[in-house]
């Protein structure tokens, strides 16, 4: 007999032939006579069967010595089956054990503490709803760099390792050779400014650092992080390019992870109404509702997670908060020329409890205003000279943003905590595996 | 007169009617009737002309206050023009300064030396060789990713910050809260095998790092690594999806930035040339056609970027030379069963003097070999338990491999060092801007 090796993606493909197939036990049933095996293979789900008497007797004896994460191959011939998991079933007649898996499997079908899922992630990935939540994510991704490609986008690798910049506070620190200390990126934004004066429109996609002790579950120590920025857009474009995109992506997931997000429970209606335009709210209009709706906000505080949650709560997609105090926003935001209290900037906060997953602005293209900000936040000039050129030499209005990958796809899946979308993630307390 | 803001990568849909576009001037002429300026908005390069009879005397008047690097937004109609960079020209009615640039611009039409050019990088950037490097950097990338996404990978985020774990010299070390030191990943590989055995085929995208005292061509301190992984994978279905990434990658760059290519003076004929097979050499024979050839070489040593010319010269396209001794490689390698003084891995070779583009192996399965491995080598255990569990519970076949971005882009290019083709490169003695 011959056969040859596919992966479960693929079977469909094999229907009425013969083929082996290699992966990991998930769940074994057997009547005595008949026996089952679900395997995975991370690219799908097979269910085999055994039947006692069609085999040989040591693929039999195999099947009893089976054990949840064993790894093995089988082989046999394919039928459709329309309720089977890939609509495909096989008929084994060799089996295979290729590695072990001992009893002392640590996850096993009941509840475990997540502190306990996390010092196993390396195998708590192999789960259907880990596997789920990371399709998404592959798919999220994809359409993220699909979207910039097609639209003319240069992507642009921003440093990690940087000299004294940016937001000072929460800096991962580490000695580099003669030069002093470098500092882990909290933003490649700076450099992405550099880039969009000389290619026009780019965006980054890598890491960003966050020192910071936050046990929210909104925040990791080590994130993804998408910065557009575009020459000669304002706030306005800006606004209008984070809507296009953002509902691009949700379109994207809901159109090629329908199964994945069935896996995950996710109630997908929230998500059919993410349509631009996006409802735009003013901070200082903003405010006024708080106050209307018992707040205590006074105009010059930023809106906390609760002022957030108000705001959103009167809409069924997510909305812009736009022109906060100039005092709340980092020191590249533009001045507003019509209220010079403000900055140009935004939020964009999802719905469902997800808040903010963009934070954009315009950026002070005023060479002296700018000058003024720095001193004024006490920055050390000489590390912002090249910054500051991007002003002196052809200054130019431009925007961008900054899109959190592991906030946005925790919103599309649904996730709680957003340590369950990135696969090994880092918290104050987390270092491992 | 109505008129619209385009950028130059869209004006030829707007030939015969009336536009705006706004960039920055790289080049000036005037015979003291007629002006042109040429501009460039990142997207492309657009030559206006300015008739003076034919414009407000203002116009003509801010024509004469032009700089290079100036800001500015040129209105007028559109006409094809083969001679033209876009094929478009503009007659130009009018004519606004935006930001102005002080004479002093740094880098001039004449040249400077690459540390000069290396401390403008921001600046460096605006320059068309820039551009075609980023163009081509970008193409890659994309490319990158449709490869895996067509076939059915899982992109996974690996770690930055992780604890003492991997190779162990030249690690970039940061305080981590109360966990104590965390190291900055110089590959993702380990936590990539995890998630091959949860989702299959996977790859890896992102920056790695190396504290290195190298000052060579080849070496930057950050760089960006693709590091696929694959259960199932030995060996030569490493090798084969290596040669058929690699010569993806090259096509989609021959494809689609010819125009690129040709601005950076490459000779496209060598790269027309990488089609899969790659020729493969043993190790053992590589140390006998190095003998040949007059090398000192014995068995055992590893080879030097001279011997790796040595090897490549006899070939029109890369070369895996495969199966080293075991003690020139890390410790994950797969001992060679059929001689155990090896390791099943490969090195991939690109020709022109360019050398090591990948590095790939077959991953040690047997969970005593690796134990025996980590303690050959005096790596601390403990580190590698969630690593071991791997082959503990259901252990599997896998190879996988890491392709340095940069030495492949610049490659690809023909760029002598690979300091260009990253947008702010990090070696030892930079680390600004």
């Known amino acids: 007999m011959t056969s040859s090796f596919v992966r479960i993606e693929a079977l469909r493909a094999h229907v009425g032939r013969v083929a082996s197939v290699r992966?990991?036990?998930?769940?074994?049933?057997?009547?005595?006579?008949?026996?089952?095996?679900?395997?995975?293979?991370?690219?799908?789900?097979?269910?085999?069967v055994i039947v006692k008497n069609n085999v040989a007797p040591e693929v039999w004896e195999r099947f009893q010595q089976l054990t949840v994460e064993t790894s093995i191959a089988v082989t046999g011939e394919l039928r459709e089956d329309a309720r089977s998991p890939g609509g495909v079933e096989m008929s084994a007649v060799a089996?295979?054990?290729?590695?072990?898996?001992?009893?002392?499997?640590?996850?096993?079908?009941?509840?475990?503490?997540?502190?306990?899922?996390?010092d196993h992630r390396h195998l708590w990935l192999r789960s259907r709803r880990q596997r789920a939540i990371a399709r998404v994510r592959n798919e999220v991704e994809q359409a993220i760099h699909d979207f910039f490609y097609e639209r003319g986008f240069l992507r642009v690798d921003t440093p990690i390792l940087t000299a004294a910049i940016g937001e000072r506070s929460g800096l991962f620190a580490t000695e580099y050779f003669d030069?002093?200390?470098?500092?882990?990126?909290?933003?490649?934004?700076?450099?992405?400014?550099?880039?969009?004066a000389a290619f026009g429109k780019i965006y980054t996609f890598g890491p960003?650092?966050?020192?910071?002790?936050?046990?929210?579950?909104?925040?990791?120590?080590?994130?993804?992080?998408?910065?557009?920025?575009?020459?000669?857009?304002?706030?306005?474009?800006?606004?209008r390019l984070q809507e296009e995109f953002v509902a691009y992506l949700v379109r994207r997931a809901l159109d090629r992870c329908a199964?994945?997000?069935?896996?995950?429970?996710?109630?997908?209606?929230?998500?059919?109404?993410?349509?631009?335009?996006?409802?735009?709210?003013?901070?200082t209009e903003a405010v006024e509702i708080l106050k209307k709706k018992g707040s205590t906000i006074q105009w010059g505080d930023d809106l906390g997670?609760?002022?957030?949650?108000?705001?959103?709560?009167?809409?069924?997609?997510?909305?812009?908060?736009f022109n906060y105090p100039k005092e709340a926003k980092a020191f590249y935001m533009k001045e507003n020329p019509e209220d010079p209290r403000t900055v140009l900037c935004d939020d964009c906060l999802a719905p469902e409890g997800y808040g903010e997953i963009i934070g954009g602005s315009q950026r002070e293209d005023d060479y002296d205003k700018l000058v003024q900000r720095i001193k004024a936040e006490g920055l050390?000039?000489?590390?912002?000279?090249?910054?500051?050129?991007?002003?002196?030499?052809?200054?130019?209005t431009h925007a961008g943003?900054?899109?959190?990958?592991?906030?946005?796809?925790?919103?599309i899946c649904g996730t709680p905590h957003i340590r369950e979308v990135i696969a090994f993630p880092r918290l104050m307390n987390r270092l491992a595996p």
């Open 23 to 48: 992966g990991w036990v998930t769940h074994l049933r057997s009547s005595g006579k008949v026996a089952f095996i679900v395997l995975r293979d991370g690219t799908g789900v097979l269910q085999s």
């Open 95 to 118: 089996l295979e054990i290729i590695g072990p898996s001992p009893t002392d499997y640590p996850i096993q079908p009941k509840e475990h503490g997540v502190d306990f899922l996390l």
């Open 179 to 196: 030069e002093g200390t470098a500092f882990l990126a909290q933003t490649g934004q700076l450099y992405g400014e550099a880039a969009a």
């Open 208 to 239: 960003t650092f966050r020192a910071e002790k936050s046990k929210t579950r909104r925040h990791l120590t080590e994130f993804w992080m998408i910065e557009p920025e575009v020459a000669w857009n304002d706030s306005n474009d800006n606004m």
């Open 259 to 283: 199964e994945e997000l069935k896996e995950l429970e996710r109630d997908t209606s929230p998500l059919e109404r993410v349509v631009p335009p996006f409802p735009r709210i003013a901070y």
């Open 305 to 321: 997670a609760e002022d957030e949650a108000l705001l959103v709560e009167d809409h069924d997609r997510p909305i812009f908060i």
């Open 380 to 396: 050390p000039m000489a590390a912002y000279g090249w910054y500051l050129d991007l002003r002196k030499y052809g200054t130019f």
């Open 401 to 411: 943003f900054g899109l959190g990958l592991e906030r946005t796809v925790a919103w």
